[in-house]
């Protein structure tokens, strides 16, 4: 549940002083692994391994950026869409990263449909996280999940499907489908209504004292892997 | 050399906005990575997959740090001697990780070389970077560096072999003889005269344009791996 989520992330930062950027440093690397898993680059169906990453203005849209910056290092050709920025340093300095790193920002979403069907293999639905507050969601982004609504290239999620009118624990039937959710830390309460193909659990990192006391029941991660399918 | 490491470090700090913190977790993990494909947990002599990461006091320790806690999410059995431990509030934050995570952390270092042999697979030497002053090892690292000179067991230097009167640039050859360097960014000038088994580089997330700058001629990282074999 949302307020679970919430409890994990602060015995996290404060008792055992994780760091937020380097939380959304860990989840954006694992959250990238994962697309590479499902869409590895050979089996992109455009000539170019363009991917598009809608960010939203809170951490949901710093694990977005990371995720393209990872992206591009493992030789997709991410374009990020990033309407309302954050003040906040901590987001800035991720933006930094990836302009420096010559990823193109948008500075609008094409409402024709066809046109971003036509320019990407994928779209990355970085836009709202578990952290979202019930029903909140204001424009820009009702136009822009709108939109997203109508396309038919996947939709990766970042953690929770965003949706307007979204609900952590109840979920949205009105919102974007994804083809594929990249949950962080555990699975949100949204998640068992998730229709798509691909679940991922990120990340590996969570200390065993912390899924015990949560009851997480976490799978096992193969290997080294920082990621899992469930 | 030391001042195009310090000038790389630089430019990914102040131009690309990258964070300490998120450099030494990059750094952390990929050495942590590297240390899985040499020394995989099935090829471990010891019936405990323990491992023994010394510390120093500076950056080069904090990255053992998060060496150490990845390795132990990778169910690793790591112990930590960490003599000297920093005041500043970052490298504070990744010794509560591991404390908290239950890895535990030693009082002080066996003189007794044998005991280590017997008690560890791998020590991994995470006392000096490249940042170290020339000629500046002072107590305890003199005696901890005596130490680990004369055990059997195979060690992994981090970014560069630590040694007293240790120079980036012109190594030295009365300092310990690792079997395994993970050089982080690019290799320093001494790891030419490197003599171990296994040379790693890493971290992949180096910008192109930095790589281009400093003309580090890096190699191709293989699919997704953060760490390429040299």
Not at 11 to 25: A, K, P, S, T, V
Not at 88 to 116: A, G, H, W
Not at 162 to 184: F, K, Q, R, Y
Request: aromatic share 10%; charged share 20%.
């Amino acid at each position: 549940s949302r307020e679970e989520a919430e409890a994990i992330e602060k015995e996290l930062l404060e008792d055992y002083r994780f760091g937020r950027q380097q939380l959304i440093e860990i989840w954006g690397h694992a959250c990238a692994m994962a697309v590479t898993k499902v869409f590895p680059l050979p089996s992109l169906p455009r000539k170019q391994p363009t991917v598009l990453v809608v960010c939203g203005p809170d951490q949901n849209g710093a694990i977005g950026l990371v995720c393209a910056r990872h992206l591009r290092v493992f030789e997709y050709e991410p374009t990020i869409f990033y309407p309302k920025r954050s003040l906040n340093s901590l987001y800035r300095d991720f933006t930094t990263q990836c302009e420096k790193m010559d990823i193109p920002f948008l500075s609008y979403l094409p409402t024709e449909v066809q046109l971003i069907n036509d320019a990407y293999n994928l779209v990355i639905d970085a836009i709202l996280g578990a952290d979202a507050e019930p029903g909140e969601v204001q424009e820009p982004y009702t136009s822009i999940l709108a939109t997203l609504k109508q396309i038919r290239i996947p939709i990766i999620s970042l953690d929770v499907p965003s949706a307007t009118g979204w609900d952590v624990e109840a979920g949205n039937s009105e919102g974007i489908s994804p083809d594929m959710l990249v949950s962080l830390a555990a699975p949100k309460q949204c998640a068992t209504r998730f229709l798509g193909r691909h679940h991922f659990l990120a990340a590996r990192f969570l200390p065993y004292d912390v899924q015990k006391k949560f009851e997480l029941n976490l799978p096992e991660y193969p290997g080294t892997e920082c990621v899992v399918s469930l």
